[in-house]
């Protein structure tokens, strides 16, 4: 009796480090990955740039953070915080209602604030070129940003 017990904790185990094995061999490269292996999280990712969008000077350059939650994303829109849910599947993606704080700021950055938001809200897909991200709405880029990189990194 004590045999067959012997042999079935090695069992388990050998069954365990398989599992082990196979897990970490079919995981995604972390460096592409993110965290979790969500390809956008890990990081904030700074608008570069904004086809039809010029970022005033009296406006911070806005900035998104996906996955510190799965679905949900924070960030700033040049005056304003903003948090809200996304969802992806594939090369899809959108946003839901986000919201925002409610500063005040100098009329063009207001402006641009506002264009921006609503270009977030038309995403229908999204897109790596290299280092880049881009938010697509009917196959054009709408947004391009670059990873910045957590300050402990």
């Not at 972390?30 to 406006?59: C, F, K, M, Q, Y």
């Not at 700033?76 to 839901?96: D, E, H, I, K, W």
């Amino acid at each position: 009796m004590k045999a067959a017990s012997i042999r079935l904790s090695a069992l388990n185990l050998i069954t365990a480090l398989l599992a082990v094995a196979v897990y970490s061999g079919c995981s995604p490269d972390p460096e592409t990955a993110g965290i979790d292996g969500h390809p956008l999280a890990g990081g904030n990712w700074r608008l570069v740039e904004a086809p039809g969008l010029d970022i005033p000077e009296s406006a911070r350059t806005p900035e998104l953070r996906f996955g510190d939650e799965p679905g949900h994303l924070s960030g700033s829109a040049g005056v304003n915080r903003l948090t809200g849910p996304y969802t992806m599947a594939g090369g899809q993606m959108s946003f839901g209602q986000l919201a925002t704080t409610r500063m005040a700021g100098p009329p063009e950055a207001m402006e641009f604030e506002s264009a921006y938001l609503e270009s977030l809200r038309s995403v229908d897909a999204w897109r790596m070129r290299g280092e880049h991200l881009e938010l697509i709405r009917d196959g054009t880029v709408v947004a391009v940003f670059e990873r910045v990189p957590d300050n402990d990194d």
